[in-house]
């Protein structure tokens, strides 16, 4: 599939004409309708037509932004100016935003191609992505398990070849769960670095809005993009943004790693612990000091 390369591969394809846009987006309405009526990452997906006009557009343009024509989701607690938003629950489920969150409209500025809004526990208030008005969100990988929540559609939907990337919501693992459960990467940022502007709020002096997708490049080449201050969102960042790309240049040595060892006790599921003992293991080979 050609949804299995990282952002920044699909950009190179795209860029050199090697693929198009209009076959990244048909492909993703094609996993959409083959694993959705499963899986149940998404609550809202988008007409199609109007997405294959935005990838005709991308595809025609001789301008190029960051993302132009590639695909991607937002957890449904986003804003999406005439797109319902509906938080996972049948009391929004006919609202429609007159505006868009600030992070939706970053990455359309950037060419990205939106598809659709996921799945996701009511409010955000949930771990497993099981309390949604919805439905719950089933893991691609095995369809007895969880996705993990709250943003278990969006991991869900990454996983499943569904988008390049969506942008879930963590305040207490709502990312970190759900893309560890589902194979995927995902960011909790550090609070303010990205605008939380057109969010639903589930506590505000604790929500970040962060990427989940395919790789770590890939989660870096977004936040460069998502983050930065934005005066309608008094809590965000003043700081200059980083280019986060280019710190994987940047050497292990000397970076201290903590692990907390309570998470490591009895009741850890044994191939769990082996998979956190082998990435420990690659950590300390790439000059990291190990803590706990």
């Known amino acids: 599939m050609l949804l299995d390369h990282s952002i920044i591969e699909l950009g190179v394809l795209l860029s050199s004409k090697k693929i198009s846009s209009r076959e990244l987006v048909e492909e993703a309405?094609?996993?959409?309708?083959?694993?959705?009526?499963?899986?149940?990452a998404f609550i809202t997906v988008r007409e199609k037509k109007d997405a294959l006009r935005d990838a005709d557009?991308?595809?025609s343009s001789p301008a190029r932004g960051p993302l132009s024509g590639i695909p991607f989701c937002l957890k449904d607690a986003y804003m999406t100016k005439g797109l319902r938003t509906t938080a996972a629950t049948k009391v929004l489920d006919n609202f429609i935003p007159p505006y868009s969150a600030t992070v939706t409209d970053k990455l359309i500025q950037a060419g990205a191609i939106l598809i659709g809004k996921n799945n996701m526990d009511a409010w955000g208030h949930g771990a497993t992505n099981e309390?949604?008005?919805?439905?719950?969100?089933?893991?691609?990988?095995?369809?007895?398990?969880?996705a993990g929540g709250s943003s278990g559609g969006s991991a869900a939907a990454v996983s499943a070849r569904m988008a390049a990337f969506s942008i879930g919501e963590d305040t207490g693992g709502s990312i970190r769960n759900p893309a560890s459960m589902c194979n995927i990467c995902g960011l909790k940022v550090t609070y303010g670095r990205v605008s939380r502007y057109g969010t639903l709020a589930y506590a505000s002096s604790l929500d970040t809005v962060g990427p989940m997708a395919k790789t770590v490049g890939d989660i870096a080449e977004l936040l460069e993009i998502i983050a930065g201050v934005d005066p309608k969102d008094a809590t965000s960042s003043h700081r200059?943004?980083?280019?986060?790309?280019?710190?994987f240049e940047k050497p292990l040595k000397g970076v201290r790693v903590g692990i907390l060892k309570e998470f490591l006790g009895e009741g850890v599921n044994t191939e769990v612990r082996k998979v956190f003992d082998a990435a420990v293991q690659k950590f300390e080979s790439l000059g990291a000091r190990v803590t706990e």
């Not at 309390?131 to 969880?146: A, E, H, I, Q, T």
């Open 131 to 146: 309390n949604s008005d919805y439905g719950p969100v089933k893991n691609p990988w095995n369809l007895s398990r969880v």
């Open 240 to 247: 200059a943004v980083p280019a986060y790309s280019k710190l």
């Open 29 to 40: 309405y094609d996993s959409i309708e083959k694993h959705n009526k499963t899986l149940s």
């Open 57 to 59: 557009a991308a595809d």
